[in-house]
């Protein structure tokens, strides 16, 4: 019986996944990251294009839609709230670098067949996650034009941004808006910037994902909470020209997420687990 006992003590281990193991990194990661997800983007340009092209499109659709439905004064936070699934966009873009990585063939079938299969996956519940996120967002905002500018609405988005920089309600508006904007979106980077790779990459359950992205930001809070915001500032930058930017900034922010994804985040070989269970 003894003999069993140990017996199963020590193959348990071996029946499970190892666990994600957490690394420091430092902005000199950050910059390899990015020259190694530009080059991704050189390698194969032509599925961040796509990509690219259709996340600009959804989101000049949605603005566009705001204004159809005569609430245009709602197009700026509508648009800055759907930069928020920007990482659910880029599954596609670290499936690219996966397979660049790998040396793996790259086709828009294997492309489309790895993305259908995360419908099934924990990685669908991360996307739950990010609606969930935005549609805080949302919320807030409404709440927000309700306590500042009142329950009415606006003809234009141009009487609506008047409106915002010209009086002390307004500007109260916009600095407590974009305050909590900010803390959103780095609660939303805290939970997705590994977790969305990880998945894909790893048969884990979301949750764990979740925490090992928590464990890389908070190891590493300087160089990571540095790159949450040159993200923030390009994807500013490329939403201005009707988010035509978009197109060519978001594949390079993608295939640069998953270098980063593989600089945080390494997982221990099987021999190891054993090792460390025997000792």
């Avoid at 670098?97 to 993305?115: H, L, Q, Y």
């Avoid at 234009?156 to 941004?161: A, V």
């Avoid at 040159?230 to 993608?254: E, N, Q, R």
């Avoid at 980063?260 to 070989?269: D, M, N, Q, R």
């Amino acid at each position: 019986m003894a003999d069993q006992a140990e017996t199963t003590t020590q193959t348990v281990p071996a029946a499970l996944p190892p666990e994600p193991k957490v690394r420091t990194i430092s902005f000199d990661d950050v910059i390899d990251a990015l020259s190694a997800g530009l080059n991704d983007f050189k390698r194969a340009p032509q599925y961040g294009l796509v990509i690219g092209a259709f996340f600009a499109l959804g989101g000049l659709i949605v603005v566009l839609s705001a204004s159809a439905l005569s609430m245009s004064y709602l197009s700026y936070p509508l648009a800055a709230g759907f930069v928020l699934i920007g990482p659910f966009a880029a599954v596609g873009l670290y499936e690219v670098s996966r397979r660049i990585s790998a040396g793996e063939e790259i086709s828009w079938s294997k492309i489309f067949t790895t993305m259908w299969e995360q419908k099934g996956r924990e990685l669908s519940w991360m996307a739950f996650v990010v609606l969930f996120i935005q549609i805080m967002w949302m919320y807030q905002v409404r709440l927000l034009l309700a306590l500042f500018l009142g329950f009415r609405s606006f003809a234009s988005f141009g009487e609506f941004l008047n409106e915002v920089v010209s009086t002390p309600e307004g500007l109260m508006f916009l600095a407590v808006g974009h305050v909590v904007g900010a803390i959103l979106s780095l609660i939303l980077f805290t939970l997705t910037v590994i977790s969305f790779p990880l998945l894909l990459e790893q048969d884990r359950d979301f949750i764990t994902a979740m925490i090992t992205s928590v464990k890389a930001v908070t190891a590493s809070p300087i160089p990571m909470i540095g790159w949450a915001f040159i993200v923030t500032i390009v994807l500013i930058v490329s939403m201005a020209p009707a988010f035509l930017g978009l197109v060519i900034t978001l594949p390079i922010l993608g295939h640069t997420t998953w270098h980063l994804y593989k600089k945080c985040v390494s997982f221990p070989e099987r021999k190891d687990i054993m090792e460390e269970a025997a000792n």
